[in-house]
């Protein structure tokens, strides 16, 4: 038996395909964080002085904060002036001919197109990629304006689109909602802006990847979602970064805000960087997402596949505030070698018969942890409110760990909530039905876990379902001796 | 005296500490129907499992010599390759993996080893619809996920699509009559018995006699205590019905 989990384990033990370095020359100041950084990142971005002063507010709130330490992960301390707050490539590329050959050359490891006229699969995929601070290249972007569809890097949303931002920048996580938020809140570097005009349907999928490339380096962003009255959109966020010894943080903050019979429908492949067996390098992960379901019959939807980073501290969340909105969150969080995820969803519930859905997927393989953390608030006013959680844990191997931690605060003895959980091992009947048959192991552990995951994946574009799938099979499979 | 596909010598087998198979020894000859039969615990299915590669069996001596190597230290899936189809007792269910894409996945990795070209889902799928229809299966089977809240009739039938598809030379079945009613019961035995080619064998475990009367045995060897303790023709199962296993003794 003993032996039989060693051979699981190095058939699950990938190696980071993705680990190579951009070398390009880069602009950035030095390590630390105080006013002046905070200026200078405002003032290297050109921004007007109303969004100077709410950063140095953010600052000034985050420093009376404290890390919260509530998750179920363990890691060294953040030395927060150790890290580098602005990165940026120096050259400014206008077009396309002028992105550094060698970002494209990373891009095109990572498997992205950057072209317009490259179709990913015969869908129309707008490509809005960042690496470390400054949007490189939005493609598509002209062809959108003309159907109103604003899709820019949130640096040239404050400078073009000031009223839009100041009006739902904040609005739905506060600049002080959490130490994290605020950290990003005062140094956020860039990020995407996306706003639907009423009625429209965003013909094409909307995608960004951000990828941490510099040393020392913390990545900031900030996306802003807005889906105005009666129109939809489906946007994409992958990620991935370098091979470090080093541990980097990210602090991302998103906001998606759907309006009466809006929308939004937010899915992440997400791949940065797990660190090695011992838990060294790697991206500390700590991400505020939420998304406010603003008006009657809207929709927030978030789909995420989970299988980088050292550490995972995120919990996409939906404020159900329109009546009969839905809010609906599907993760598949895979943590292998030595990760650790502490990973969830909140559901709150204000407007009546609104209704959520979550079907979470863990797999730990390795020394990974794997912890589900959700909640399911049902507020005063909301009649008639659902919700239907399923928790899944999958287990590979025996040194790994799924820890599940539902909460539940109804206020309305009307709602109805149903909960299931289960933690399953890769049984090794499984394993040897499908090599009984003539599967190898490596394909036979993989058809395993995919099926695990099918519910998830389903929800997912179909390119992004067949990206999933080759990470997952990345992340888990190794060469079987 | 025909080719020996199968010659088992001397085996001995544990699950965990405990020894289930003591000295067994088995001649299977090609283009045969043999079936085992044997009271339950007598080591039946362990014996199924030590020839196609179970985790859970340790063979601690003898040896499994098939179409003239020994086997006993090949991974399962190689055994498998080389034409071994073992149709399990009890089916595992494998939630959210597609039959349709789990066979042709198996159909494909046997037609890469034996040098021929994959079939394309075109191709594949029409082999198998043709199958199912055969075997009076749902159409809905081909895409439902894998044995997952199958009926037991319908996990067996589901086994006998794949040794359909899979064309192995030695097929062991393993009380495929259990739980079966008569009408599945003659859809599985058709599908069986159209596989017999003069060249494939067959090992037919079970505990009643009933399946024998569809799937006419050429041998009958009776397991019992972890051995072989008799082997004899046809007339065997009369004898069995009526006396019990407690009559036979070891010849
Ligand atoms: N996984 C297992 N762990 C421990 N003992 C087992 C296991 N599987 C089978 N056995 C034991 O091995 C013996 C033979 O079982 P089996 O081969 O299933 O018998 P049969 O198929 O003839 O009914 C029985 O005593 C049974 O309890
Ligand atoms: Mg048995």
Redesign the interface.
């Given at each position: 038996?003993a032996q039989?989990n060693q051979e699981l384990d190095r058939a699950v033990s990938g190696e980071y395909a993705l680990g190579f370095e951009i070398d390009i020359e880069e602009d950035k100041v030095p390590p630390g964080l105080n006013e002046e950084v905070i200026r200078f990142i405002s003032k290297k971005k050109e921004e007007p002085d109303w969004m100077t002063e709410l950063r140095l507010k953010a600052y000034h709130r985050w420093l009376q904060m404290e890390e919260p330490h509530w998750g179920h992960l363990e890691y060294e301390p953040i030395d927060y002036q150790s890290i580098s707050y602005f990165a940026a490539p120096k050259k400014g590329p206008e077009s396309l001919d002028e992105v550094d050959p060698k970002i494209l050359e990373a891009y095109e490891k990572l498997g992205i197109p950057l072209e317009e006229q490259k179709q990913l699969a015969g869908v129309k995929v707008a490509v809005d990629a960042v690496v470390d601070s400054v949007s490189v290249k939005t493609t598509y972007q002209e062809e959108l304006l003309e159907k109103g569809i604003i899709f820019c890097s949130i640096s040239e949303a404050i400078r073009d689109y000031p009223e839009l931002v100041k009006k739902y920048m904040f609005s739905v996580v506060p600049m002080n909602d959490n130490y994290f938020a605020a950290l990003n809140s005062a140094v956020f570097t860039d990020g995407t802006f996306v706003y639907i005009p009423k009625g429209v349907r965003c013909p094409m999928e909307l995608s960004t990847y951000f990828r941490i490339n510099a040393l020392n380096t913390g990545q900031f962003e900030r996306t802003l979602i807005i889906a105005d009255e009666g129109s939809y959109v489906s946007y994409n966020e992958g990620c991935s970064a370098p091979m470090r010894d080093e541990n980097q943080l990210h602090a991302a903050v998103v906001e998606l805000i759907a309006m009466k019979d809006a929308e939004i429908k937010y899915s992440t492949i997400q791949n940065w960087y797990p660190g090695d067996e011992e838990g060294k390098g790697g991206i500390y992960n700590f991400v505020t997402k939420r998304g406010l379901c603003e008006g009657e019959n809207s929709k927030i939807s978030w789909t995420q596949v989970e299988t980088g980073s050292a550490i995972t501290w995120k919990y996409p969340s939906c404020v159900l505030k329109g009546d009969n909105s839905v809010g609906e969150f599907y993760s598949v969080a895979v943590t292998t070698l030595a990760q650790q995820a502490d990973t969830g969803t909140k559901m709150i519930h204000l407007g009546k018969n609104t209704s959520s859905t979550i079907i979470s997927k863990g797999i730990s393989a390795m020394k990974g942890q794997n912890t589900y953390r959700g909640l399911v608030k049902i507020g005063a006013n909301a009649e008639g409110a659902r919700n239907y959680s399923e928790c899944d844990s999958l287990l590979i191997g025996s040194e790994c760990g799924a820890h599940t931690f539902p909460y539940l605060e109804s206020k309305d003895a009307m709602g109805q909530v149903e909960h299931e959980a289960t933690t399953t091992k890769i049984?090794?009947?499984?394993l040897?039905?499908?090599?009984?048959?003539?599967?190898?192991?490596e394909?036979a552990v993989s058809?395993?876990v995919?099926?695990?995951?099918?519910?998830v994946f389903s929800q997912l574009p179909m390119e992004y379902a067949v990206e999933a799938k080759a990470l997952l099979n990345l992340t888990l499979e190794g060469s079987v001796g | 005296m025909s080719q020996t596909v199968m010659n088992i010598k001397n085996l001995h087998a544990k699950i965990g500490t405990k020894e289930i198979l003591k000295g067994l020894n088995l001649e299977l000859e090609e283009g045969k129907v043999h079936a085992i039969m044997g009271p339950n615990g007598a080591g039946k299915s362990t014996l199924s499992k030590a020839i196609?590669g179970?985790?859970?069996i340790e063979v601690t001596d003898g040896e499994i010599d098939y179409k003239g190597q020994n086997i006993v230290d090949w991974?399962?899936?190689d055994r498998?390759?080389e034409g071994i189809?073992?149709s399990?007792q009890n089916?595992?269910e494998?939630?959210?993996?597609n039959n349709a894409y789990?066979?042709r996945?198996?159909v494909n990795?046997?037609r890469k080893?034996e040098g021929k070209e994959e079939l394309n889902a075109a191709e594949f799928l029409r082999e198998m619809k043709k199958l199912v229809e055969e075997l009076g299966m749902k159409p809905e089977m081909i895409s439902r996920?894998?044995n997952e809240g199958f009926s037991g009739g319908e996990k067996k039938r589901n086994e006998i699509l794949?040794m359909m598809m899979?064309e192995p030379d030695l097929i062991i079945l393993d009380e495929i009559d259990s739980g079966l009613d008569i009408d599945a019961l003659r859809a599985v035995s058709e599908g069986i018995n159209k596989m017999k080619d003069g060249k494939r064998s067959f090992l037919v475990i079970t505990h009643y006699s009933r399946i024998l009367d569809y799937i006419e045995p050429d041998y009958i060897h009776v397991l019992k205590d972890g051995k072989i303790i008799k082997t004899a023709g046809p007339e065997l199962v009369a004898e069995l019905e009526e006396k019990g296993y407690g009559a036979i003794e070891e010849a």
């Open positions: 038996m039989e049984s090794d009947e499984q040897f039905y499908l090599r009984q048959r003539g599967i190898n192991e394909d058809m395993i995919h099926g695990f995951c099918k519910e | 196609t179970h985790y859970d991974e399962p899936e498998a390759l189809f073992l399990f089916p595992v494998i939630p959210g993996v789990f066979l996945t198996a990795a046997k080893y996920s894998l794949q899979l």
